[in-house]
C-alpha cells in the first residue's frame, strides 16, 4: 500500500464516495464523513455559483462540531470535485472557494491543470485526479497531483472500458502514490478485493444515489434498488464523454437505450445547459445488484464495514 498523505489521517475505512452529479448536497457529504468514508460532492452542483461557499460553511462547521463532540471518532475528510474542462467557466471562482475553506482533498476530471493543483497545494491540500487509462495517469502525475482515481469498465457516470485488473496493474508499475479504484463497487467485498489489487481506497457512487441523504428523485433511487447490471446502458451521447446510465430513464425520455447515436465528443458540455438538457437521464454504475433498499448513509456504511470485515475473515480462515 501507498505512503499516504496526512489528509487521510483520519480515514479509517479505506473508501471514497464519488461526487455525484446533481444528488450530492452538503447533507449528504456530511453523513458520509460523519460514517467514516470520505464524502464529495461536485463544485457544480452548487447552483448559482454563489451557494458554493455557503455549502462550504455548512460541510466545514458540521464536521469541526462533530470532531469536538466525538474526538476519538473524528469525521473523515471532504472533497470538492472541479470538473478542468474549457466548457466550466466556474473553474476559477471555485477553486477560490475552495482555497478560502482549505477543502482537504480536491477530485479533478476531464483534464489536468498545473494551476489547479498548485493552488490546492498552496494550504496543503491533496489532488486526486480521474483516469481512465495509463497515458492519462502519467499526465496527471506529470501536472502535479498527488494521486489516481482508476476510473474503470463498469463505473457510474463518465466511465472507462479497462478492466480493474489491467488498469491498476499497469499504474502500480510506475506510481507508488494514493490510488482509488473506481467501477462496480457496491460491496465490503469489494472493497477489500480494490486493496488486494493494488488500490489503496474504493471509490463507491452509485450505492449511495439509493440513501436518504442523497438529492435525487425518489423515482431514481427505486430504480436503482430495482435494477441490474442488465440494465446499465454505456454511451457518449449526453455529454460527449462516454458514461454508464439506466436504461429505464432513457427510455423515459423518449429514447431507446438500445439504438442511441453517437455524439460529438468535441461538443463536450458540462455547463448549466447540459445539466437542464439531461437532468432526468440518471448515471449508474453496474454494480447495483447489491442495493436492495433505500437507507441512510450511516447504515450502507455500516455494512460495507461488516461485509469487509467478513470478507478478511474468510482469507485468513
Same mark, same amino acid.
Given at each position: 500500500?501507498?505512503?499516504?498523505?496526512?489528509?487521510?489521517?483520519?480515514?479509517?475505512?479505506?473508501?471514497?464516495?464519488?461526487?455525484?452529479?446533481?444528488?450530492?448536497?452538503?447533507?449528504?457529504?456530511?453523513?458520509?464523513?460523519?460514517?467514516?468514508?470520505?464524502?464529495?460532492?461536485?463544485?457544480?452542483?452548487?447552483?448559482?455559483?454563489?451557494?458554493?461557499?455557503?455549502?462550504?460553511?455548512?460541510?466545514?462547521?458540521?464536521?469541526?462540531?462533530?470532531?469536538?463532540?466525538?474526538?476519538?471518532?473524528?469525521?473523515?475528510?471532504?472533497?470538492?470535485?472541479?470538473?478542468?474542462?474549457?466548457?466550466? *467557466?466556474?473553474?476559477?471562482?471555485?477553486? &477560490?472557494?475552495?482555497?478560502?475553506?482549505?477543502?482537504?482533498?480536491?477530485?479533478?476530471?476531464?483534464?489536468? @491543470?498545473?494551476?489547479?493543483?498548485?493552488?490546492?497545494?498552496?494550504?496543503?491540500?491533496?489532488?486526486?485526479?480521474?483516469?481512465?487509462?495509463?497515458?492519462?495517469?502519467?499526465?496527471?502525475?506529470?501536472?502535479?497531483?498527488?494521486?489516481?482515481?482508476?476510473?474503470?469498465?463498469?463505473?457510474?457516470?463518465?466511465?472507462?472500458?479497462?478492466?480493474?485488473?489491467?488498469?491498476?496493474?499497469?499504474?502500480?508499475?510506475?506510481? *507508488?502514490?494514493?490510488?482509488?479504484?473506481?467501477?462496480?463497487?457496491?460491496?465490503?467485498?469489494?472493497?477489500?478485493?480494490?486493496?488486494?489489487?493494488? &488500490?489503496?481506497?474504493?471509490?463507491?457512487?452509485?450505492?449511495?444515489?439509493?440513501?436518504?441523504?442523497? @438529492?435525487?428523485?425518489?423515482?431514481?433511487?427505486?430504480?436503482?434498488? *430495482?435494477?441490474?447490471?442488465?440494465?446499465?446502458?454505456?454511451?457518449?451521447?449526453?455529454?460527449?464523454?462516454?458514461?454508464?446510465?439506466? &436504461?429505464?430513464?432513457? @427510455?423515459?425520455?423518449?429514447?431507446?437505450?438500445?439504438?442511441?447515436?453517437?455524439?460529438?465528443?468535441?461538443?463536450?458540455?458540462?455547463?448549466? *445547459?447540459?445539466?437542464?438538457?439531461?437532468?432526468?437521464?440518471?448515471?449508474?454504475?453496474?454494480?447495483?445488484?447489491?442495493?436492495?433498499?433505500?437507507?441512510?448513509?450511516?447504515?450502507?456504511?455500516?455494512?460495507?464495514?461488516?461485509?469487509?470485515?467478513?470478507?478478511?475473515?474468510?482469507?485468513?480462515?
Amino acid at each position: 500500500m501507498s505512503k499516504l498523505p496526512a489528509a487521510f489521517d483520519s480515514l479509517k475505512f479505506p473508501v471514497i464516495a464519488s461526487p455525484l452529479f446533481i444528488i450530492s448536497n452538503p447533507k449528504l457529504v456530511i453523513a458520509q464523513c460523519k460514517a467514516g468514508v470520505v464524502g464529495s460532492m461536485p463544485a457544480l452542483n452548487a447552483r448559482p455559483a454563489e451557494q458554493l461557499e455557503e455549502w462550504l460553511i455548512e460541510i466545514t462547521e458540521a464536521l469541526a462540531a462533530h470532531n469536538r463532540e466525538h474526538p476519538d471518532q473524528p469525521a473523515a475528510p471532504f472533497a470538492i470535485n472541479q470538473i478542468v474542462h474549457k466548457s466550466n *467557466d466556474r473553474l476559477e471562482h471555485d477553486m &477560490a472557494m475552495c482555497v478560502k475553506y482549505k477543502v482537504p482533498i480536491i477530485i479533478t476530471s476531464l483534464g489536468a @491543470r498545473e494551476d489547479v493543483n498548485e493552488a490546492a497545494h498552496s494550504y496543503g491540500g491533496i489532488v486526486l485526479h480521474d483516469v481512465i487509462n495509463n497515458k492519462f495517469a502519467k499526465k496527471a502525475i506529470e501536472k502535479g497531483a498527488d494521486g489516481l482515481i482508476a476510473v474503470a469498465s463498469g463505473a457510474g457516470g463518465h466511465a472507462g472500458v479497462k478492466s480493474p485488473f489491467a488498469l491498476i496493474q499497469e499504474i502500480r508499475e510506475w506510481f *507508488d502514490g494514493p490510488v482509488a479504484l473506481s467501477g462496480s463497487i457496491a460491496t465490503g467485498g469489494a472493497v477489500l478485493a480494490a486493496q488486494a489489487m493494488g &488500490a489503496d481506497f474504493a471509490y463507491i457512487g452509485s450505492a449511495f444515489i439509493a440513501t436518504d441523504e442523497a @438529492r435525487a428523485a425518489e423515482d431514481y433511487k427505486q430504480a436503482v434498488v *430495482d435494477s441490474t447490471s442488465d440494465d446499465i446502458v454505456l454511451s457518449n451521447l449526453f455529454t460527449g464523454v462516454h458514461g454508464n446510465y439506466l &436504461a429505464p430513464s432513457i @427510455r423515459n425520455a423518449g429514447l431507446d437505450p438500445e439504438n442511441l447515436p453517437e455524439s460529438d465528443p468535441s461538443k463536450m458540455n458540462f455547463g448549466g *445547459d447540459a445539466k437542464k438538457a439531461w437532468k432526468d437521464i440518471w448515471g449508474c454504475g453496474q454494480g447495483i445488484g447489491a442495493i436492495k433498499a433505500v437507507v441512510p448513509t450511516a447504515e450502507l456504511v455500516a455494512r460495507l464495514k461488516r461485509e469487509y470485515q467478513e470478507a478478511k475473515s474468510r482469507i485468513t480462515a
